[in-house]
């Protein structure tokens, strides 16, 4: 049954100022607006604010369009999703919302998203991996014997910008074939659960899988600039896969447990709530608390779980390398040893030996 102060009405001028999933239905608050677009206030100063709740359904017409333009917005901003695909799933989205609970979109009436948002953000990425890529072969030329070899660092960061843009295309490619097709949503629902560390099990997935073909591709490219033997390449994709997993699984580890553990600002616990409130609350908690309360807020709570999974990334990563070089020692003993022993045995025999 529709519901709410603003049931069967539609302000002139207004906008959509919160917007929650309750009880498997929409509930939407929107903020009356002056003819200058100025902000409503009743007689004591307080905000002018209406309120509907109800499904797809009961909302009147321009209720639902106003919801899936916001969901639109949200998800090219958030998901960073072309247009025709933010299009089908923000009108999903209203017809379920369930689903867009699920997805943990917070849509927003006002900003303007730029229609070639997504290739900007797939561009900085680019930018971001060719130049890390670059700067670690850069320290490894000035740390090794001979001369400096600038056509390498080069290369080196050129394949590191092309395979980190990949990844950023496979991870918003698979993302949206889970989200958008039969086949997805069936591979989603294998999932034990709807969602790791905050955020939807199709988003991990993802990243992992962006993430993965990203480093493949990294690999395969420095192979074929001649750069790594088939020996090395094969080792380097392990410790990337190694370094992915351990990556996400200490985010999830450390989301996990300020959601089981944790509190929020208002004092409630974490474990009670769910969706987008559930991630915003956990975050806060990693960020020291809330910015009214003096804490770092959710973007801190973001930099510290970032920097938390990258740290054990790396050491993930380090530390499958030091195993592989141990390997390595300990095989290169091990075929010594051999040779002495067949020096020896010949020596014995009054055999001339055959150092090689």
Do not use: C
Not at 45 to 54: A, D, F, P, T
Not at 91 to 102: G, I, T, Y
Not at 208 to 225: E, I
């Amino acid at each position: 049954m529709l519901s709410g102060t603003a049931a069967g009405k539609v302000d002139y001028r207004a906008r959509l100022f919160r917007y929650r999933v309750t009880d498997g239905e929409h509930e939407i608050v929107l903020q009356s607006l002056s003819s200058d677009g100025t902000v409503v206030t009743g007689p004591g100063g307080e905000q002018v604010q209406r309120v509907i709740r109800g499904s797809a359904e009961e909302l009147p017409g321009p209720f639902r369009k106003a919801l899936r333009l916001a969901f639109k917005r949200a998800l090219v901003e958030k998901g960073n999703l072309p247009r025709f695909a933010a299009r089908r799933l923000a009108k999903h989205a209203v017809e379920n919302p369930e689903f867009a609970d699920r997805m943990g979109l917070t849509p927003r009436g006002d900003g303007y998203v730029s229609i070639i948002g997504g290739i900007i953000s797939g561009t900085k990425v680019g930018i971001a991996g060719g130049l890390t890529a670059g700067a670690v072969a850069a320290i490894q030329e000035a740390f090794r014997d001979g001369e400096f070899d600038f056509g390498r660092v080069g290369t080196t960061a050129a394949v590191g910008a092309a395979s980190a843009t990949l990844a950023y295309a496979s991870g918003a490619a698979i993302h949206y074939g889970l989200v958008s097709t039969e086949v997805g949503s069936q591979i989603a629902g294998m999932m034990p659960t709807d969602q790791i560390a905050g955020q939807s099990v199709e988003r991990v997935l993802g990243t992992v899988g962006g993430s993965m073909v990203g480093s493949t591709a990294f690999v395969v490219g420095m192979y074929l600039a001649g750069d790594y033997t088939p020996r090395e390449s094969r080792r380097l994709m392990g410790r990337s896969l190694v370094r992915v997993l351990a990556t996400k699984g200490a985010t999830a580890t450390a989301m996990g447990g300020a959601a089981a553990l944790g509190t929020a600002s208002t004092g409630t616990a974490i474990s009670s709530l769910s969706g987008a409130a559930a991630q915003s609350a956990t975050l806060a908690w990693w960020g020291g608390g809330s910015l009214a309360s003096g804490g770092l807020g959710m973007a801190g709570g973001a930099a510290a779980l970032t920097g938390i999974g990258a740290v054990i990334g790396v050491v993930a990563f380090a530390g499958t390398g030091y195993y592989f070089k141990r390997r390595d020692e300990a095989e290169q003993k091990a075929t010594i040893e051999a040779r002495l022993d067949l020096v020896e045995e010949r020596v014995a025999k009054g055999e001339q030996p055959e150092w090689q």
